[in-house]
């Protein structure tokens, strides 16, 4: 049984922890707060006063907002689209029986552990350069017209490096998911006569749901807030500007905190949202 | 029962996941391959595979035009200091919320993971500000500060699950034969933890080496680690495939190998113990 001493030990050896996250938070948190109702300008002027929800207003009545949210929208959603089902398939895969599994996982997994500026400029150049990239050979071979991937089809471009960057990790944790699968049940369904799509519409995806459940959830989080691979593959153009980067360009680039701020309050608003789910399902697991 | 499995069958799941590894793997294959081509190899039509002349000049010149130590042991200071401070800090802390858990030790541990959901770019500019003021910004110590901030709730968490699975009865035992405190965590805990501690760090140094936000937005010229020296190829210097590919090459080739050893604290650390 804990004793008084032991709880008062804990929750001192508890405190730095507590205390560095806590000012982590709060301390940029009410900055931006703080921020986003002045008119704040470092470069032209300073600070310009107190205006209300001006900050906020203009934020969504400026003209790049709304392809800003629509930019944001496409990536997560194609990203998570093609992570989820590629990843559920490659799980599926990876737990069949077959030679060197271990070396294959490890050639899975390996674009996650690539740094982000890395992977979108050797896809950027080597692989998406309309002249010399290794898709314009593929392309000239077979007698196409080369793509000029991040100004023709830009989207398609970032969702697709951005996928190959995150599909490891969906994978992982899919395949992970699939081996705690009783294989019982499986032969049992399969000695039945059990179709292979019966089985895995009725066995294996609803094992799964939970695991789907957190790869999107995490996902999302990390999608809503990738930088390095816009700001080195196309810096924002091309309709490939999204909220993050939106906010980033406000608060930088052209210096215009008081604007950037309020986005960047809409952008922990959205977090939040994300995240409430995903600590429904961690709190429950803690019970477990 | 184990599942029969025919010789066809084997050879037919084989040859679909080798295929599709080296697909995905592909890329990065490409970049190692082209860094050993000189300029005018790395972009002939067709392209070449293995038939080129092998040269390690790329190497040398970029290790010469950029000085690439320098932003090799930034990458390593930073991603090295973060972890460590990190977990000094997170260890006391998983400790007594596994050892000797209260009613809000769950919300302590719930209260930390929505910090990490904190969007970076939400709180730009106050971080972009405060480091001017504190003399911060394009230092070392200033990123080890931030990305152990930004780091400590994963590193919380994964101690915390590591040290859940250490049995209690153990402590009990000790401390019925009268073991201080000192002495539980020297002699009992610190011995069986020592794994968990390792899968935590290892994890943690490829997070942050691996960070993009906020190493490009607070440093410039001293500071800099290699995701800023490979962001500064983005043009025109990107347009030499060899000489970035050995840029590529070099900057991942460490983290690789550690990842390889860390694929299993993947899924824990970063499902918080969601999914084992």
């Given at each position: ?19 560095l996250l806590l000012g982590w938070m709060l301390v940029p948190l009410t900055m931006t707060l703080y921020f986003s109702f002045k008119k704040y300008l470092p470069l032209r002027g300073g600070d310009l006063g107190w205006v209300g929800f001006d900050n906020y207003i203009r934020f969504v009545s400026s003209s790049s907002f709304w392809p800003a949210v629509q930019a944001t929208l496409v990536i997560v959603i194609g990203v998570l689209a093609i992570t989820v089902i590629l990843g559920i398939l490659l799980a599926m895969l990876l737990d069949q029986p077959m030679w060197g599994q271990g070396v294959v996982r490890i050639l899975v997994i390996a674009p996650f552990f690539v740094m982000p500026t890395v992977s979108a400029l050797v896809w950027k150049n080597m692989f998406m350069d309309p002249v010399n990239g290794l898709l314009a050979h593929l392309w000239r071979f077979f007698g196409a017209e080369p793509v ?141 | ?276």
């Amino acid at each position: 049984m804990a004793t008084q001493h032991s709880r008062s030990v804990a929750r001192l050896m508890m405190a730095p922890a507590v205390v560095l996250l806590l000012g982590w938070m709060l301390v940029p948190l009410t900055m931006t707060l703080y921020f986003s109702f002045k008119k704040y300008l470092p470069l032209r002027g300073g600070d310009l006063g107190w205006v209300g929800f001006d900050n906020y207003i203009r934020f969504v009545s400026s003209s790049s907002f709304w392809p800003a949210v629509q930019a944001t929208l496409v990536i997560v959603i194609g990203v998570l689209a093609i992570t989820v089902i590629l990843g559920i398939l490659l799980a599926m895969l990876l737990d069949q029986p077959m030679w060197g599994q271990g070396v294959v996982r490890i050639l899975v997994i390996a674009p996650f552990f690539v740094m982000p500026t890395v992977s979108a400029l050797v896809w950027k150049n080597m692989f998406m350069d309309p002249v010399n990239g290794l898709l314009a050979h593929l392309w000239r071979f077979f007698g196409a017209e080369p793509v000029s991937w991040l100004s023709e089809a830009s989207m398609t471009s970032i969702v697709m490096i951005v996928s190959w960057q995150w599909l490891p990790f969906a994978t992982l944790i899919l395949l992970t998911a699939i081996q705690s699968l009783d294989s019982e049940q499986l032969e049992a369904a399969e000695m039945d006569g059990a179709p292979p799509l019966k089985r895995f519409y009725h066995i294996i995806l609803p094992h799964l749901s939970r695991a789907i459940t957190i790869v999107i959830l995490i996902q999302t989080i990390f999608l809503l807030s990738i930088f390095a691979e816009i700001f080195v593959t196309t810096g924002g153009a091309f309709g490939t500007r999204t909220l993050t980067y939106l906010i980033f360009q406000r608060v930088l680039e052209s210096q215009n905190v008081g604007l950037g701020s309020a986005g960047g309050v809409y952008a922990i608003i959205l977090a939040n949202i994300v995240a409430v789910f995903l600590m429904r399902i961690v709190g429950k697991n803690l019970d477990a | 029962m184990a599942r029969t499995v025919t010789i066809q069958r084997k050879s037919l799941n084989t040859a679909l996941a080798w295929a599709v590894g080296l697909l995905i793997f592909f890329p990065i294959l490409w970049t190692i391959l082209t860094s050993f081509k000189t300029e005018a190899q790395a972009i002939a039509s067709p392209p070449l595979f293995l038939n080129f002349d092998w040269t390690l000049e790329n190497y040398a010149v970029v290790q010469e035009r950029s000085n690439y130590m320098r932003f090799l042991w930034n990458s390593v200071i930073i991603a090295g200091g973060s972890t460590l401070l990190g977990v000094i800090i997170a260890v006391p802390a998983a400790w007594a919320m596994a050892f000797v858990p209260s009613k809000r030790t769950k919300d302590i541990l719930l209260w930390m993971l929505s910090t990490k959901m904190l969007p970076a770019v939400g709180v730009l500019y106050p971080i972009y500000l405060l480091f001017i003021r504190l003399g911060l910004l394009d230092t070392r110590g200033g990123l080890v500060v931030v990305l152990m901030l930004i780091n400590l709730p994963i590193i919380v968490w994964m101690l915390y699950t590591y040290f859940r699975e250490i049995p209690g009865e153990i402590l009990e035992a000790a401390r019925m034969d009268g073991a201080t405190l000192k002495e539980e965590i020297l002699h009992i805990l610190t011995p069986m933890a020592v794994p968990g501690i390792a899968s935590t760090v290892l994890l943690n140094f490829i997070l942050a080496w691996n960070e993009a936000f906020w190493t490009l937005n607070l440093t410039a010229v001293d500071a800099a680690p290699l995701t800023a020296f490979i962001a500064s190829y983005s043009s025109p210097e990107g347009l030499f495939f060899a000489k970035l590919s050995a840029a590529s090459t070099m900057a991942i080739a460490p983290i690789l190998i550690l990842g390889w050893f860390s694929q299993k604290q993947l899924v824990r650390g970063l499902t918080f113990g969601a999914v084992k």
